[in-house]
Each structure stands twice: as structure tokens, then as C-alpha cells.
């Protein structure tokens, strides 16, 4: 299945996601202005450069959250670029498998040999292991500085650089008991249109709300990543839940797919409403840690995102309590998920619901009361996991067991130490040319709840 779909088994829904607003990024060209949105028009001698950030899983923790500030890159000659300045608070766990944009700048020509991100403050969420409850823990924030080996070379083509925080290495315990965070970061370079996916420039499930609308293009606010964005439409951009670029209005929450183009600018391919366009509602996604009453009445999840009015960046990595009741309406997000010739039948609703799951509650309208939310809607979205391969069977789809680790976070939610992962034809392979038994990876896809088993449609499988 191709296209971005939320399914149930009783109704369809409108479409929604990811990546939301409200702390604010200025991003500095080399000229020293600032902008807010993208494309940043370059100047003579300069390329359009996007800064993602990605992160590679320490398994017990079940959020990261930092305090983002200043982002410089520093060229052959010892001399600085400012790429970000700023406060953006950033929830690390759920990017697991993917990438999110978080600046978009002009750079001169040259030679760059490291980067250095300052963050002033961290917080950690993991499952005690006696009382299975969710405990939060803050750090110092540190300066990282990340080495370029070899040297990155920016030239006439605008192009991505990514940063994946390896959390196994970063957070650490003391000889006191104390945790310690000392960032640690894996970096690649992306050129725009040499393959699929964030890192090459692209955004996915992008969610916010529209902030201006003109012609054939239009801006948005997010939470996390850049404080703005512009994107162009064409004849081929996909809508859904909506007309076209007339139905857009300031306020509207929307998700969006992109790429970026040769000139640096962002062309959305797909677009899609949320709660059926309705202005003044808000989303907040996150792992479900308890369930309560069956059918389930109330959730517990550890919010990673959000949307819309109520949500506050103060919820990242903290738990939520979501009431839900008999006119919630079910549904999962099969927006670039291959579900043809499934050996189950993917279904989510208040049957198949269970913990460990990744999902997006949505509201009407401002219905939050401390950290309680009504869901109007409820909507299963993609995550990552990683383990060892163990039976591995080929075919279409090819499948396999999925091992997690003993510390494995999702382990000490839901009880389960496997996965069963589907391996789709067209799922993306990562730093792997083939799969085989006793390989270590990061898994990202639908995870459901068949019978008891929970099962994974992967949409990329990752050497770990």
C-alpha cells in the first residue's frame, strides 16, 4: 500500500502526524541574518545546507530530551559558521530510524572540519525495573564536538549533513550511581536526490500547522526541528482530507511529506489534514505504558510529540494520561507502509491496542487538563526497535525473529523479549545488502498486536 492512509476496520481517518512547533530556532546565513523558514535564497560563493538530527538507541531509555542551543561548523582555516542559534528542545528516542530537519542555512564554499552543538540541559526516561513505573532524570547539558574524518566539503550542490546521537555511548553511570552525559555523534553526508529518505534531504511525517498561505506555496510551524518552513506545491503533489491548496487555512494542523530540491527549497509531495481540518486541536504522540479497563478507558503514554494548542515542550519525555472512550475512533498511519500480502490481518482498535505501542491521540479542540487529554482520536504511528536476528525466512514478504535486548525498554513495558518483523519488498535496507541470522539491527515500522504476538511491518531494517 502506498500513499499516506490511516485505516480501521470500521472506518477510514483522515490522515495525521509527526514533528509540531512552538520553540523558536533563528537560523544565521553567513551575513549573519536570520530566517525563520526555508528556502534561504544562497548568496555568491555559499550552498544551502540542512542539518538533521537522528538518533541511534540506547534500548533501556524511553525518551531523551535536550535542550538544543547554537549549532557552528568550523572550516580548514579555524574560522566559524554559525548554522543555528537558539533554544529547541528536542525528544531524540522517537527519531530512532529516521531524521528530522533542524536547520537550513547558506554556508560558503570550503572545507569544514568539525561541528560543534551546544546543549544545556538533558533528561532520561526509563522503567524502574522493580516498579515498572516511569522515572525521569536530568543532566547537564554539554558542548559536542564532532570531528569530520575526512574533512566535509561544501561546494555548489546544495546537501545534507546528519548527526545521529549514539545514546549507548552518551549516557552513562558513575562510579556514585550518577548518570553522566557526554555526547557522542555519528555523522554522514547527504547529496539531495541520491536516495530516498531524510537523510538526503527529505522530510517525513511532518506535522504543524499552517502560518500563511500564498499561491502555490505555503508555510508551517513545528515544535521540533526548524521553527518554520516553507514548501512549494506542483501538479503532483497529493492531497488528503482536502481539496487542494484552497482548503488550506492559517491554523490547520497538516503532515507532510517533502524533498529538497537542487535549489535547496522544499517541494511537498503529499499533504494531508488533520482532525478533518479543523483548527484548535492538538496531538501528542508517545509510547503507551499502561492500559487501564477493558476495552481500555485510559492510557498512559511518554510523550515524544505534539501538536496544536495545549501541548508544551515540557511534556517531552514525561507521562501523559489519555482518556478514551466509546466514540474515540481507532486507526493506524499506513502513510509509505507496505501492507500487500501481510500473513495477518493489521488491524488497531480497542481489541488489539497493547502496550509498548507508539501512538498519537488527538483532540477537537484545546481538551487538556493538566496532563490529561480526551481523545477524539487515536491513531497507531511508526517506531523503531532494535535485536538480533534469529530465524530469518525469505520469501514475500521475508520474515523474521527479532531478539531484543535484556534491558530492552519495551521489554520491561510489555513483558515480550521478541518481535516478529515482516520484511516488505519495499522495505528499505540501510547499511545492509541482506539480512542473516545473528545480525544486530534497528528495525522502524507499524507495530501490531496479532493474537497476542506483536508483529512489525518494517518500512527500514538498519545495521546496528
Known sequence: MTGRNRNSSSRHLVTAILLPSFFGLAFLGCGGSTSSTSPIPAKPGTTIVQINLGDSPSDWIVAFTMSLGSIALTDANGGNVSVASGAMQMEMRHLMGTMQPVAMTSVPHGTYSMATLNISSVSVTYIDPVTKLAVQKTMPGRSATINFSPPIK????????????????????????NMVFGPVFNTTLGMPGNGQGPEYGGVEHMLGSVSGVSGSSFT???????????????????FGGMGGMGSLNNGMMVEVDAKMQPDGAFMATRIDSVMSGMPGGMMAEGLITSLNGNPPTQLSIIADNGAGNGMMGSYLGTPLLVNVTSSTSYGFDASGVDLNNLPFTPAFNPSTIGKGQRVDPETSGSMMVGATMNAAALTLEQQGLSGTVASYASGSPASFVLNLPVDSAFTSITGAGTIIVIQQPDTQLRGLTSISNGASVQVRGLLFVDAGTYKMVATRIMSH
Open 154 to 177: 561544501v561546494g555548489s550542490t546544495p546537501t545534507t549533513m546528519n548527526f545521529e546521537l549514539d545514546l549507548a555511548r552518551s549516557v552513562s553511570t558513575d562510579a556514585g550511581g
Open 220 to 238: 508551517m510551524s513545528i515544535m521540533q526541528g526548524l521553527p518554520g518552513i516553507t514548501l512549494m506545491t506542483n501538479s503532483t503533489t497529493q
